[in-house]
């Protein structure tokens, strides 16, 4: 037997080859699936992603939310389809005929409040107005604490997952991580963690034989007497 990586002396390799055709013939018969995906009031859904999940293969929809794919080989499918803010949507179709045409209609996601008090980790007794609490995830949300500490978000999506970032000034940045399902989230009460800022601009005057300290407070930034 010739060994490729090992040929022997008299052979000889050419780097010349003769042209070859190869003939694919199909081993069944051939559909083409066309159809438009829409919303529950009709409206056509455009950018929706539609997959043949058996065969990996997917296709976007236009502005009019119809969709094409070239020739599939005609079997049972499970077809999915996806959109922001769309609930996911799995069906199984039949492709037994040259042409096959079919409607999807998806439904929205519902968006789910969530919810929580932020309190400082040294007192729990103390809460934190003015905290910045940013969501990232399958959508985006804003909200900032109030007096009391609470925060709500309220632009979240059903069964998804999300990042949540806390800031404030003077302690550090936190971050957790929720799995939002079908009803209101509360996370409870959070603790951030205290930064130790030192003050700024420290000064010392000896009066009489008593210290007087000044500095400037590094949450206010005014001169504070002591």
């Known amino acids: 037997d010739l060994d490729p990586a090992d040929p022997p002396e008299w052979f000889n390799a050419f780097p010349d080859h003769a042209f070859t055709k190869f003939a694919v013939e199909p081993i069944g018969e051939i559909s083409q699936l066309s159809g438009t995906v829409y919303d529950m009031d009709t409206m ?24 094409a794919f070239p020739g599939v080989l005609q079997d049972e499918y499970a077809l999915l389809s996806t959109a922001f803010p ?12 040259p042409q096959v045409n079919i409607d999807i209609y998806m439904t929205l996601r519902s ?6 008090r932020l309190v400082a980790r040294h007192d729990e007794s103390v809460v934190l107005p003015d905290v910045e609490v940013t969501a990232m995830g399958y959508s985006g949300d804003f909200a900032i604490s109030d007096t009391e500490g609470q925060f709500a978000l309220d632009a979240l999506y059903e069964n998804a997952e999300y990042r949540l970032d806390f800031r404030l000034y003077g302690y550090h940045d936190t971050t957790i991580r929720i799995d939002v399902a079908m009803d209101t989230l ?17 000064s010392a005057v000896l009066n009489d034989g008593v210290s007087e300290v000044k500095w400037k407070d590094p949450l206010k930034s005014t001169m504070e007497t002591y």
């Not at 769309?86 to 005929?97: F, W």
């Open 44 to 67: 056509p859904i455009p950018n929706a992603t539609v997959e043949i999940e058996e065969l990996g293969i997917m296709v976007q929809t236009n502005d009019e939310g119809a969709f």
């Open 86 to 97: 769309y609930r996911d949507l799995s069906m199984m179709i039949d492709l037994g005929a």
């Open 111 to 116: 968006t789910v409040p969530v919810t929580g």
């Open 186 to 202: 509360d996370i409870g009460e959070l603790a951030l963690r205290q930064e130790a800022i030192p003050p700024y601009d420290v």
